[in-house]
C-alpha cells in the first residue's frame, strides 16, 4: 500500500518560517517527479511546488517562488518544503504529491495519482 505522510504544519506567525515533510512509503519515488500542493476552502487545490527525480531541478508557483524551497532526500523517500517568510495568504491544507507529471524546464504538469492527507498550516497577521 502506497502511503504520503504529510508533517509540519502548525499556526505560526507572518514572517516566521516552517518547514514540511512528506514521507512516502509502499513504493519508491525516487525515478519521480514530486510536488507540493495547497487547498483552502474557497480555493481549488493549487500547485506550489516541484521537484524532479534527481533533486537538481525545482519549478515554483509564482506566489511562493523566492520563500518557499522544495527539496528531496531520494535514499529516505523523503520531500521537504521549507516555508520562509510566511504571510496570511499562505493558510491553507498542504499536500504532498507523487510522481508528479513534470520535467525540468517545462512549467506545465500534471499531478500524480498520489496524495497524503494533507497538513494545515495557519498563518496569523
Known amino acids: 500500500q502506497v502511503q504520503l505522510v504529510e508533517s509540519g504544519g502548525g499556526l505560526v506567525e507572518a514572517g516566521k518560517s516552517l518547514t514540511l515533510s512528506c514521507a512516502a512509503s509502499?513504493?519508491?519515488?525516487?525515478?519521480?517527479?514530486m510536488g507540493w500542493f495547497r487547498q483552502t476552502a474557497w480555493k481549488e487545490r493549487e500547485f506550489v511546488a516541484a521537484?524532479?527525480?534527481?533533486?537538481?531541478?525545482?519549478y515554483y508557483a509564482d506566489s511562493v517562488r523566492g520563500r518557499f524551497i522544495i527539496s528531496r532526500d531520494r535514499a529516505k523517500n523523503m520531500v521537504y518544503l521549507q516555508m520562509n517568510d510566511l504571510r496570511p495568504e499562505d493558510t491553507a491544507v498542504y499536500y504532498c504529491?507523487?510522481?508528479?507529471?513534470?520535467?525540468?524546464?517545462?512549467?506545465?504538469?500534471?499531478?500524480?495519482?498520489?496524495w497524503g492527507r494533507g497538513t494545515r498550516v495557519t498563518v496569523s497577521s
Open positions: 504529491n507523487g510522481d508528479l507529471l513534470w520535467k525540468a524546464g517545462l512549467t506545465t504538469y500534471v499531478a500524480g495519482d498520489y
Open positions: 509502499g513504493r519508491s519515488f525516487s525515478s519521480d517527479s
Open positions: 521537484i524532479d527525480w534527481s533533486g537538481d531541478s525545482t
